[in-house]
């Protein structure tokens, strides 16, 4: 991809599944310093204990508000995002109404992306040679807003047609890594989404199993070939 170009889609989906609240939270939008440099972050609120909503929440707050202040040339390099997401760490465990959460961020910029992640959430990039899971090998515990989570980074080189997908587990369980993989790479933008969500859903009630949230950013419009997964 040729420097200078922006990503024209951003798209996402996110609701509560099984509860009324969505415990999942995102956040995509440009650097303001760079407009070609996109910046996303996906967290997971842990479930079952208190401040799982906020934890997510904050996470996702702290990682743009860091990201935003930091230039745009330093988040090219995964030790910048290990600062930003050990920031939001700390910022979830020094709230006292906040519980635990997963957390990844990233940037796209001039052909590659970079980021990093802790717990089960996931980055798929899909490019026209491959699909490659980003984010495996990632630590889930101790979790975001412990104060001591641990960050795995990743970075990967983009080609002309390339897509990133981040999601939550409530995805990934429920509709299947391929399946997955292969609506991303066969469903334009929101359409994508939709897909997958209808996946996830019980088939008799139409209920989600869990909190569904997809955040698809995609160089163009145009469909890619669908290649072998490779985790």
Same mark, same amino acid.
């Given at each position: 991809?040729? =420097?200078?170009?922006?990503?024209? =889609?951003?798209?996402?989906?996110?609701?509560?599944?099984?509860?009324?609240?969505? =415990?999942?939270?995102?956040?995509?939008?440009?650097?303001?310093?760079?407009?070609?440099?996109? &910046? /996303?972050?996906?967290?997971?609120?842990?479930?079952?204990?208190?401040?799982?909503?906020? $934890?997510?929440?904050?996470? /996702?707050?702290?990682?743009?508000?860091?990201? /935003?202040?930091?230039?745009?040339?330093?988040?090219?390099?995964?030790?910048?995002?290990?600062?930003? &997401?050990?920031?939001?760490?700390?910022?979830?465990?020094?709230?006292?109404?906040?519980?635990?959460?997963?957390? !990844?961020?990233?940037? *796209?910029?001039?052909?590659?992306?970079?980021?990093?992640?802790?717990?089960?959430?996931?980055?798929?990039?899909?490019?026209?040679?491959?699909?490659?899971?980003?984010?495996?090998?990632? *630590?889930?515990?101790?979790?975001?807003?412990?104060?001591?989570?641990?960050?795995? $980074?990743?970075?990967?080189? &983009?080609?002309?047609?390339?897509?990133?997908?981040?999601?939550?587990?409530?995805?990934?369980?429920?509709?299947?890594?391929?399946?997955?993989?292969?609506?991303?790479?066969?469903?334009?933008?929101?359409?994508?989404?939709?897909?997958?969500?209808? !996946?996830?859903? &019980?088939?008799?009630?139409?209920? !989600?199993? %869990? %909190?569904?949230?997809?955040?698809?950013?995609?160089?163009?419009?145009?469909? *890619?070939?669908?290649?072998?997964?490779?985790?």
């Amino acid at each position: 991809m040729k =420097e200078g170009i922006r990503v024209v =889609e951003v798209h996402a989906i996110s609701e509560p599944g099984g509860h009324p609240v969505n =415990e999942d939270a995102y956040l995509c939008e440009y650097h303001p310093a760079a407009p070609d440099c996109w &910046l /996303c972050c996906v967290a997971d609120g842990q479930g079952g204990r208190a401040g799982g909503e906020r $934890a997510a929440r904050l996470a /996702c707050q702290s990682v743009m508000q860091v990201a /935003c202040r930091t230039p745009a040339g330093m988040l090219a390099a995964a030790p910048a995002w290990d600062f930003v &997401l050990q920031a939001a760490d700390q910022a979830v465990a020094g709230d006292p109404q906040a519980g635990f959460s997963t957390l !990844l961020g990233f940037c *796209i910029r001039r052909g590659r992306i970079v980021g990093a992640s802790s717990g089960d959430s996931a980055v798929v990039l899909l490019n026209r040679a491959n699909a490659i899971v980003l984010t495996t090998g990632q *630590i889930k515990n101790p979790p975001v807003g412990s104060g001591s989570a641990v960050f795995t $980074a990743f970075a990967a080189d &983009l080609d002309e047609g390339w897509r990133v997908l981040a999601v939550t587990d409530g995805v990934w369980k429920y509709v299947g890594w391929d399946q997955m993989i292969g609506e991303a790479q066969s469903h334009l933008g929101q359409a994508a989404l939709g897909e997958m969500m209808g !996946l996830a859903r &019980l088939p008799r009630s139409g209920e !989600l199993q %869990d %909190d569904f949230t997809a955040v698809l950013v995609a160089a163009s419009a145009e469909p *890619i070939a669908a290649p072998a997964p490779a985790a």
